[in-house]
C-alpha cells in the first residue's frame, strides 16, 4: 500500500485546511488510518484515527474532524480553527487492522507527510 498525502500550506490563526490522504495499491476498508503530526524538535505524535471508530488526540477535539470517503480509498482530515501550535508536517499512517492505536511503532505504511504552517 503506497499513502499520498497532501492538502498542507500556510494559514492564518482560526483558519481551516483540509488534508487528504489517498491509498494505491488497495482500499482502507481493513485498515485504520491515523495522522501523526512532527512539530520542529519534538517527536511524531498522534491526531486523529479511523477505523472501526474515530479517534482523537486532546488537543485537536473539537477543531479536527478525520472521515473516509465511501469507496474507502481516501481519508480526510479536516482542521478547522488552527492555532499557531499545530504547525508541523502531517503524516498519514495504516496499519492492517480497523483498531486505531495512538503509537507510531503500530503502523505498517507511512505518508510522505505535508507541511502544515499557521501564522499567528
Known amino acids: 500500500v503506497q499513502l499520498q498525502a497532501s492538502g498542507g500550506g500556510l494559514v492564518q490563526a482560526e483558519g481551516s485546511l483540509r488534508l487528504s490522504c489517498a491509498a494505491s495499491?488497495?482500499?482502507?476498508?481493513?485498515?485504520?488510518v491515523a495522522w501523526f503530526r512532527q512539530a520542529p524538535g519534538k517527536e511524531r505524535e498522534f491526531v486523529a484515527g479511523?477505523?472501526?471508530?474515530?479517534r482523537y488526540a486532546d488537543s485537536v477535539k473539537g477543531r479536527f474532524t478525520i472521515s473516509r470517503d465511501n469507496a474507502k480509498t481516501t481519508v480526510y482530515l479536516q482542521m478547522n480553527s488552527l492555532k499557531p501550535e499545530d504547525t508541523a508536517v502531517y503524516y498519514c499512517?495504516?496499519?492492517?487492522?480497523?483498531?486505531?492505536?495512538?503509537?507510531?511503532?503500530?503502523?505498517?505504511?507511512w505518508g510522505q507527510g505535508t507541511l502544515v504552517t499557521v501564522s499567528s
Open positions: 499512517a495504516a496499519r492492517r487492522t480497523i483498531v486505531v492505536h495512538i503509537t507510531t511503532g503500530d503502523y505498517d505504511y
Open positions: 495499491g488497495q482500499t482502507f476498508s481493513s485498515s485504520a
Open positions: 479511523i477505523g472501526g471508530y474515530t
